[in-house]
């Protein structure tokens, strides 16, 4: 049985013509067509989660995964609101998502009815395309609605951009029939493709560089989309001399990459034009080192080509000349004409530049476990821990805030993809989006047995406290990945204010959200497996037993350190870089 809302109709027939399938569905009342909709129809498969801020994460973590659009359904008022965080980090993460509120008749807005608020263009800022659905439903108005919901759904696909279907719904809400949708199999308007293959029209400039010339790539966050053809590219260019820089989140790997800069840039300062480059290549995705982009801010390249998408023009350092309207694959794979006149040797002056640089980041290294090894149990000391038990095929999620800091100054796993929420990098979701994200290997909604997953990748997901209490809700649906590994890091607040100097006696408690809570009720609630260390020995035997064996539930593993300790050897670590000669 399907809804007889011939609009609601026509949003899953478009939807199924489209590609779309995965349906994230949050209760209620005013939506009901919509879900019995989409779990009527037998073509699409929907995941229930409650909270609506949460389904929203978690729909991104489904789309990360997928690398296609996923849809998300909710009732009217304040629960569409709570779409907003995640269509915000999924617009300037480049992760396509459409959001499906229903609403009232528009005679009831602003008309002291319930649930109702102005729903039209809520999300206009963070969204490639929006409609509200005409209410009624003659052969005109369902037809200009068909156009423009294909329209949308292209727009999605073309832009890998969320998108809003506002759909006004009058009583009754509950009317059903037995029929087949699809009657006009075949005559939905195609999908246009993503067009972001490389046109070398865009790219008028052949790059014949003097031999001494320094060229820089820096390869933001790039999820798990790996290319091999565009790595070999990266490795063409690094061998003729160029710096690649490609933190964590690009999910780059290579021992001639620059994955690092944070830990290096203390140094780089004593001597900044020794590291200045030249020609700078930047692609879209966020770069998580502040340091290194200030370094950059201040002493500029001069010329800056950005590799993007052709919609943003990312001046971040002030000589911004040319943008090449592309993916990042795209242009290393079929452009990307750079050479050098004359000296083609390794005794040109830019191989002994890049060899600065890559000297530099194993000094750094060097360093870093040097400083670790003398520091006591802190939050920092967590990380060669976890490098000891994570082996390749892991996705690693990290919550924003300090654990992507630290963890990305931390050397890189080998064969394993980073992921953290760095579109518009909040805490508010990132435990959703890694429930999301690792539902994908559930072959089941409701797994139920070891044999219901697939061997795709484990997941651990790396989370702050203030992050995980406030996203706590993520547990709070029946499709989390039973072999899901939470590593909460509890220092008893917001740590990272104590460490950048921002908390001062007089607002400090605002800031720093200090508290005494402990995450063992949430884990029973939740029903997780729950383990938890206040040391290195209590560390090490925990992961050596959460790693080495299979429990039938997710494991939140809790690690409590101190904040003053956490500063002080913060402290002692950068002192220990600031020794660092370049």
Known sequence: MITDKKHVQQIAEVLYYGRISDIVISPGSRNSPLIRMFCGDGNFKCYSVVDERSAAYFALGLALYQNRPVAIVC?????????????????????PLIAITADRPPWLIDNNENQC???????????????????????????????????????????????????????????????????????CIPVIPNHSAYDRKYDQTDWNLPEDYRVMFIIGQNNWAYNSSGHITLRRLQKDGAVIVAEHLANMTDKDFITVPDIMMSA???????????????????????ALKKFLCDYPPRHHIHIGNGRNYYDSFGVLQQVIPTGVWNYLCSGCHISWVGTSGHDAPRFEWQQRWLALQTKAVTHLRKAVKKMSFCDMTVFPELEKVINGDTFIHLGNSMPVRYALMWPRLKHCT?????????????????????????????????????????????????????????LWNSHVNPELCIILINNGGGNIFSIIGAQKPDVGNFMYAGHSLNAEGIAKTFGLEYFSASNKEELT??????????????????????????????????????????
């Open 75 to 95: 009732s009217s008022g304040t629960a569409a609101l709570n779409y907003a965080p995640a269509l915000a980090e999924a617009y300037y993460q480049r992760v």
């Open 541 to 582: 035997e925990n992961l050596d037993s959460i790693f080495s064996q299979f429990f039938g539930r997710p494991v939140l593993l809790e690690v409590f350190t101190d904040a003053a300790i956490n500063t002080m050897n913060w402290t002692v670590l950068q002192r220990e870089l600031d020794t660092i000669i370049p």
């Open 117 to 187: 608020i102005r729903q039209s263009r809520i999300f206009q800022d963070f969204t490639c395309a929006e409609i509200t659905l005409p209410i009624h439903e003659t052969p005109r108005e369902l037809r200009h609605a068909f156009v423009k919901l294909n329209e949308l759904v292209s727009c999605v696909w073309a832009m890998q951009q969320p998108a809003h279907i506002n759909v006004p719904l009058e009583e009754p809400l509950n009317g059903a029939i037995d029929a087949c949708l699809y009657l006009r199999k075949g005559s």
């Open 268 to 290: 780089i300062m004593k001597a900044p034009e020794d590291f200045r480059p030249h020609l700078l290549f930047t692609t879209d995705g966020q770069v998580v080192s502040k």
């Open 418 to 474: 980073y992921l953290c929420n760095r579109g518009v990098s909040g805490i508010d979701g990132s435990l959703s989006t890694a429930v999301g994200f690792a539902a994908n290997c559930v072959s089941t909604c409701i797994a139920d047995s070891y044999s219901d997953f697939d061997d795709s990748g484990n997941n651990v997901a790396v989370i702050g406290d203030l992050s995980f209490f406030y996203d706590s809700n993520a």
